[in-house]
């Protein structure tokens, strides 16, 4: 299923959960994007598509017919569509929490958002909790490179990026084909065939530098029987020393650096300045750039470049 497909129906699903009344096909043509731009005929096609993949997998699409209205209204259930009490046991909830955990960023939670406000600026009531987030899905990575490696994974797709190897400064054109995405020890890792190096190899995502960009078609990379993703992260982590970086922190804001920090003195004109443990400039530059304006690192000046790139990065 492609991905525009995917959205429109998740949409649809979001947009007949929140709506308090039933829904015409005209105002949902209106509300949920995928549908809005395709003529008369085309849309009703479309929507009829829709409606029957939905309750073939089971979601339950409720026709309301009012005899004061020409056309019919339609809305999910919300009874219908949640599932009964389940009970786990520990490790099947632990799997399921990890599950959760790695879908904290997925890019329909735009596309759910959008949906919900075209809804409301519809003049549609819908119901709060659906779009605050039941439906929300994230990825917790402060690595910029996530996104675009899960979709080439997700694609089977050879991607090309910059890489800066442990220990050096110097950046690297590297081809790979990706195979898949994980996590050790709160740090994310590529698992992938480096086309350079004509071997398997593993990426850490902080190490990443700009665009990574997808080349050749989707569907090109196979990924081997029984290849062991963990193992080919299960190296030991190079060996970093802890440094010390010395970090201007806004007075009154940024607690979590303040507990962190191993001294935080009175600074001048409303700042503070704080001393903050860190091993790898990449991770803390992703925690300070994501705290804005309320910080600024001051030395050392790997870190303050690694911060500098980061805001750049946002910027454009």
């Known amino acids: 299923m492609s991905r525009r497909k995917t959205e429109r129906l998740l949409n649809l699903v979001i947009?007949?959960?929140?709506?308090?009344?039933?829904?015409?096909?005209?105002?949902?043509?209106?509300?949920?994007?995928?549908?809005?731009?395709?003529g008369d005929e085309a849309f009703q096609r479309m929507f009829e598509r829709d409606k029957n993949e939905l309750r073939e997998i089971g979601i339950p699409i409720d026709v309301v017919r009012?005899?004061?209205e020409d056309e019919p209204g339609y809305r999910i259930e919300r009874q219908s569509y949640e599932l009964p009490e389940i009970t786990l046991e520990p490790d099947e909830a632990a799997v399921l929490g990890l599950a959760a955990q790695v879908w904290q960023r997925a890019s329909l939670a735009e596309a759910a958002s959008g949906a919900l406000l075209k809804l409301r600026a519809g003049g549609v009531a819908t119901d709060q909790p659906i779009g605050t987030g039941a439906l929300e899905l994230r990825v917790d990575t402060r690595d910029p490179a996530f996104p675009a490696l899960w979709d080439a994974v997700r694609d089977r797709r050879v991607v090309r990026f910059d890489y800066r190897g442990a220990g050096s400064e110097s950046v690297r054109v590297r081809t790979v084909e990706p195979w898949g995405v994980v996590s050790r020890r709160g740090r994310w890792y590529l698992a992938a065939f480096d086309r350079d190096r004509n071997a398997p190899r593993a990426f850490r995502l902080s190490r990443i530098s700009g665009q990574v960009t997808a080349i050749g078609r989707p569907g090109a990379v196979e990924v081997p029987e029984g290849v062991d993703l963990r193992a080919m992260v299960g190296f030991p982590d190079e060996p970093m020393d802890e440094r010390v970086a010395v970090v201007r922190v806004r007075q009154g804001a940024?607690?979590?650096?303040?507990?962190l920090a191993r001294a935080v003195r009175p600074g001048a004109g409303g700042w503070d300045e704080a001393e903050l443990p860190f091993s790898d400039p990449e991770r803390l530059a992703g925690w300070m750039a994501s705290l804005g304006a309320d910080v600024e690192v001051v030395e050392p000046p790997d870190a303050r470049e690694a911060v500098i790139r980061r805001l750049k990065g946002a910027m454009a």
């Open 15 to 38: 947009c007949l959960l929140a709506t308090r009344r039933p829904l015409s096909a005209e105002q949902i043509r209106q509300a949920v994007p995928g549908y809005d731009r395709d």
């Open 66 to 68: 009012d005899p004061w």
């Open 254 to 259: 940024c607690e979590g650096v303040r507990q």
